[in-house]
């Protein structure tokens, strides 16, 4: 039998900044320069500038949630596996979540935290790919702690504090997630990935449900089925039987 592949854990070294742009700017800067190590966490107190995806802006409120970014070194996975990281990246951010808010946590395809219908935490995981190889991915996490007022703009999000009555310390937690990242790391590269997927897929948000999704400007109904080894998204009942990200969106009557 081939010995594990061991990294080093999650948060080793564990970087806590005051301020900054965007963690995973902040990351993606250590990769640039050379300085790239996997494991390392940059936690900011306050993001002023974060990102989510498609573009969006990820709005929290200073010195009261996770943030987060940690650089992953995705080796052995290949270009063509980056649904498994992500897969892998959500569970952790699952495992944690449901710990303190319960089995009503799960997740939104791609890589949402929802709690009911009302979103906890996104997750944001970009590459550096040069030719044909995946060199290196820094997966940004943003898991709503303490806050309790939020953006307007923002579709039914919900904080820790919120669903508990609990305060906690976001640094702490940081660190507990950080744990959870390392045994979802040493699962993802050490073990087939369907347990994964199959996990994944038993935590997804509306499975087996009937949901309306919008693509082009065209909104339909169909029954959410669950998500393949390649990202995606699989449904009955609608103009096609399935979808990649990007293709089709939710439509946010209530989530």
Known sequence: MPSDIVKTPIGQPFVELSVTDSTNIYAM????????????????????????????????????????????????LILGQQFRLSVAVALACYDFF??????????????????????AGGILIENQIRGQ??????AGMGININQTAFDPTLINPVSL????????????LAQELCTDLTQRMHQLFNHPFSPLLEEYNGYLFKRNEIVQLKKLNTRFTCNILGVNENGELLVKDGPADRFVFGEVNWVNNEY
């Open 29 to 76: 800067t250590h990769i640039q320069h050379n300085m790239a190590t996997h494991g390392s966490v940059f936690f900011a107190h306050q993001q002023v500038a974060g990102k989510g995806q498609h573009g969006k802006t990820w709005v929290t409120e200073g010195g009261q949630n996770i943030i987060l970014s940690t650089i992953i070194d995705p080796n052995p």
């Open 98 to 119: 449901s710990r303190y808010a319960g089995e009503e946590t799960r997740i939104k395809w791609p890589n949402d935290i929802y709690w009911r219908d009302r979103k």
């Open 133 to 138: 190889q995946w060199q290196w991915a820094v």
């Open 161 to 172: 504090k919120q669903i508990t009555g609990k305060t906690f310390d976001p640094v702490q």
